[in-house]
């Protein structure tokens, strides 16, 4: 999969992808990270990429020129500018993958606090291509004909403001990664996470069985492979219960479930 980054700051991404999964995915070639400098593509001696809001008020806007600039010629957009045109009429608010836009090959996603909640199910969606274009905000924002008649999608990691898009690209990056095939060493993959299933994951425990005298539930000692999945099943639902309660209405719930559920509610 090959994801093309539009930065100011190609350098953040460096350390990152250079350790441990996203290193061995990229070196595997399961993983592709093109890095483009929008500054480079950006006119004139000073190569400005920002400017002052019309209607006045603080902070600095990003100039659609460089960034419509690096985006099609990176990407071959120039002779879809009409079909990109047409992106702005859809009803939804983030514009949701895709299916609105069957031209499109593949999302080009702004990255913004204004952005659609990046959750598990949006990773889920994005690992589907095998191509994704993230372009990366610094300054108070972006010059609304990007997000109008560039960007597919607008993502947010969180409700909370960070300094620009690079930090929530390389969430985007590792959270979508991680789903393919491959790039996890464990064979069960992705499917067991916090998340996957739509609870949070179930207590961990690994040797010594006891420590500081802290002992290893005994029924994970057992050998009772039946036993030990319901224990963490009742876990799991127990910790979504009582951390990520929003959790559990779009969790996938089987009646046994629901009865445990139901009994946690009258204790
Ligand atoms: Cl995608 N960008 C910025 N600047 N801040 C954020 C964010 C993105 N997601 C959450 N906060």
């Known amino acids: 999969?090959?994801?093309?980054?539009?930065?100011?700051?190609?350098?953040?991404?460096?350390?990152?992808?250079?350790?441990?999964?996203?290193?061995?995915?990229?070196?595997?070639?399961?993983?592709?990270?093109?890095?483009?400098?929008?500054?480079d593509y950006a006119e004139g001696r000073h190569q400005v990429t920002d400017d002052y809001p019309y209607g006045g008020g603080g902070g600095m806007v990003m100039?659609?020129?460089?960034?419509?600039t690096a985006v099609e010629a990176v990407l071959g957009l120039e002779m879809r500018n009409a079909e990109l045109g047409m992106r702005n009429e859809t009803d939804s608010e983030f514009r949701t993958p895709h299916s609105e836009f069957p031209n499109s090959d593949f999302p080009i996603i702004l990255l913004t606090p204004?952005?659609?909640?990046?959750?598990q199910q949006m990773a889920v969606e994005l690992a589907q291509y095998d191509r994704v274009a993230l372009i990366c905000g610094r300054y108070e924002g972006f010059d609304e004909?990007?997000?109008e008649?560039?960007?597919?999608?607008?993502?947010?990691?969180?409700?909370?403001?960070?300094?620009?898009?690079?930090?929530?690209?390389?969430?985007v990056v590792d959270a979508v990664i991680r789903l393919?095939?491959?790039?996890?060493?464990?064979p069960t993959g992705a499917s067991d996470d916090s998340h996957a299933s739509g609870l949070l994951e179930y207590p961990h425990f690994t040797r010594?069985?006891?420590?500081?005298?802290?002992?290893?539930?005994?029924?994970?000692?057992?050998?009772?492979?039946?036993k030990v999945d319901r224990w963490r099943r009742e876990?799991?639902?127990?910790?979504?219960w009582r951390r990520r309660p929003d959790l559990l209405d779009r969790a996938e719930l089987s009646e046994l479930d629901r009865a445990f559920l139901r009994q946690l509610v009258q204790e």
């Open 1 to 39: 999969m090959r994801f093309d980054v539009f930065t100011l700051f190609p350098g953040i991404f460096e350390s990152p992808l250079k350790e441990s999964m996203l290193k061995r995915a990229i070196e595997s070639g399961l993983l592709e990270v093109q890095l483009h400098n929008i500054r």
């Open 145 to 147: 004909r990007i997000r």
């Open 180 to 186: 393919k095939p491959g790039v996890l060493g464990d």
């Open 235 to 240: 876990q799991a639902l127990l910790r979504t």
């Open 149 to 171: 008649h560039l960007a597919t999608d607008e993502i947010s990691i969180g409700d909370y403001v960070l300094t620009g898009g690079e930090l929530a690209a390389l969430v």
């Open 63 to 68: 100039k659609p020129e460089p960034i419509f």
């Open 208 to 226: 010594p069985p006891e420590f500081r005298g802290w002992r290893v539930p005994e029924i994970l000692l057992s050998g009772d492979h039946a």
């Open 114 to 119: 204004q952005g659609r909640p990046f959750d």
